[in-house]
Nanobody
Framework: QVQLVESGGGLVQAGGSLRLSCAASGSIASIPDMAWYRQAPGKERELVAA???????NYAEAVLGRFTISRDNAKNTVYLQMNSLKREDTAVYYC??????????????WGQGTQVTVSS
């Protein structure tokens, strides 16, 4: 059984910063890809940032230059540092990971989501 547990969401004023964390636990052989998605009210879930086990990253244009994704492979944890937050960043943020279990079969996992609210 694999779980993704997120933390770090909350309420912040525009221009402020937050750091999200997501730790994977369970029967894990490796985690090739980890990512953060977000879903605002009335909108579809969208990719925010992604990172491979080798450290290659990809960002949505809306967060480029403001958000930084990183990971600690030893801790099976991915982070999202969010700076210069805007009201339009308000959403539920979800951690996503493609995880190879001990049988080396891959599955796609999601965290429970953490609310980020940016006030003006």
């Amino acid at each position: 059984q694999v779980q993704l547990v997120e933390s770090g969401g909350g309420l912040v004023q525009a221009g402020g910063s937050l750091r999200l964390s997501c730790a994977a636990s369970g029967s894990i052989a490796s985690i090739p890809d980890m990512a953060w998605y977000r879903q605002a009210p009335g909108k579809e879930r969208e990719l925010v940032a992604a990172i491979t086990s080798g450290g290659s990253t990809n960002y949505a244009e809306a967060v480029l230059g403001r958000f930084t994704i990183s990971r600690d492979n030893a801790k099976n944890t991915v982070y999202l540092q969010m700076n210069s937050l805007k009201r339009e960043d308000t959403a539920v943020y979800y951690c996503n990971a493609w995880i190879l279990g001990n049988n080396y079969i891959g599955y796609d996992y999601w965290g429970q989501g953490t609310q980020v609210t940016v006030s003006s």
